[in-house]
């Protein structure tokens, strides 16, 4: 197990250099730099220009820019000053030694941009996640035992419904019912966007509706899934020769039926988790929520390269090492992978 673990972190180490010299030159391509100097107070001279170029390395070939980027350079993390003035030169040191550059709208590091937001995602992603699926087990395979009953009929029904519809369609009719429908009524109302004032209590009200809305996205899919997956298991013969045996349908389904329907399930959540910490773009956007899925969003808008770097190499760092986690954790679902 130790020699596949090194191996495929080995593997890892030329997947991520390629990753990451693909998302750069798509990222650099999407947008001037320059434009974001230009919104200074004082927009840039000419001369100014052709500096910040220089120091930002714009005027050398991409795989250039790409090394430099990578492993550090002596070229200046620039800011221009509310009177136009260039700021004193330091050496960018490259994202293999932790310093992912300067944004180019706030002028901090990337990397805070990230701390800052990042905690917000958290408190969002991570309850909605638990709870999808959560419910998505229980209601998945009590529907595969009950198949093409009232329940199931009903489950399978409304999983399609919600699967069709667009996030940002749900969104708008839970902030008109829960917000809107309910003031008129004269009930007390949701906040419609935004984190509260801090206090615990306040910040579980203002996330119901967005994790209202993640959940009913997420959930129908899975349960979906969970439901196919039981049902094609419970034809297998192993499960006819169990109920021969004499043992309990609760044994059937828990210790035979679940525990091998949900190796498909273990390779969907890791290809889900990594995702967690980039957040829900379209939710964060419609409740003001600021995470990092509306980070990444304004830093498009904004051409703010160095931070939209940052956050697709930690989303593709993630997305690697979870899946080595989940071939780990395929062991302990079937121990003949271990052989």
């Known amino acids: ?41 004082q927009r840039p001279t000419a001369q100014q220009r052709l500096e910040i170029t220089r120091r930002l390395g714009l005027d050398r070939p991409i795989y250039e820019q790409y090394l430099y980027w990578l492993i550090g350079n002596d070229w200046t993390l620039v800011d221009v000053r509310g009177d136009g003035t260039l700021m004193e030169p330091g050496r960018r040191q490259g994202i293999l030694r932790g310093d992912f550059g300067l944004s ?111 959940v009913a996205i997420q959930l129908a899919g899975y349960v979906r899934f969970i439901r196919s997956s039981m049902l094609e298991v419970l034809s297998q013969d192993y499960i006819r020769t169990a109920r021969a045996k004499g043992l309990s349908e609760r044994r059937v389904i828990q210790r035979h039926a679940f525990k091998n329907a949900a190796l498909p399930l273990v390779t969907l959540v890791g290809l889900d988790l990594p995702f967690l910490l980039a957040g829900a773009v379209v939710t964060e956007r419609i409740f003001a929520w600021p995470g990092m899925g509306r980070l990444f969003i304004e830093s498009f808008e904004r051409a703010d390269i160095p931070v939209m770097m940052t956050i697709l190499m930690l989303l593709c760092v993630l997305v690697v090492v979870f899946q080595i986690l989940t071939d780990i954790i395929y062991t302990w679902f079937d121990p003949r992978i271990r052989y």
């Not at 080995?10 to 030159?25: C, E, K, T, W």
């Not at 984190?195 to 579980?204: P, V």
Request: charged share 10%.
């Open 1 to 41: 197990m130790a020699q596949y673990i090194v191996r495929r972190l080995l593997q890892a180490i030329p997947l991520l250099a390629l990753i990451s010299f693909v998302l750069f030159a798509f990222t650099n391509a999407l947008g001037d730099p320059l434009a974001v100097f230009a919104e200074s107070r």
């Open 104 to 214: 180019f709208v706030t002028r901090q590091p990337a990397w805070t941009r990230i701390e800052e937001r990042l905690p917000k995602t958290l408190t969002l992603m991570i309850p909605a996640y638990i709870i999808t699926v959560t419910l998505a087990i229980g209601i998945g395979v009590y529907s595969s035992i009950r198949q093409y009953s009232f329940f199931d009929n009903l489950i399978t029904g409304l999983s399609f419904f919600f699967y069709s519809m667009p996030i940002f369609f749900i969104a708008l009719m839970v902030i008109y019912l829960f917000a809107v429908s309910f003031s008129r009524w004269g009930l007390p109302a949701l906040p419609i966007g935004g984190t509260g004032d801090g206090s615990i209590g306040d910040l579980l009200r203002h996330m119901l509706m967005p994790v209202f809305c993640l």
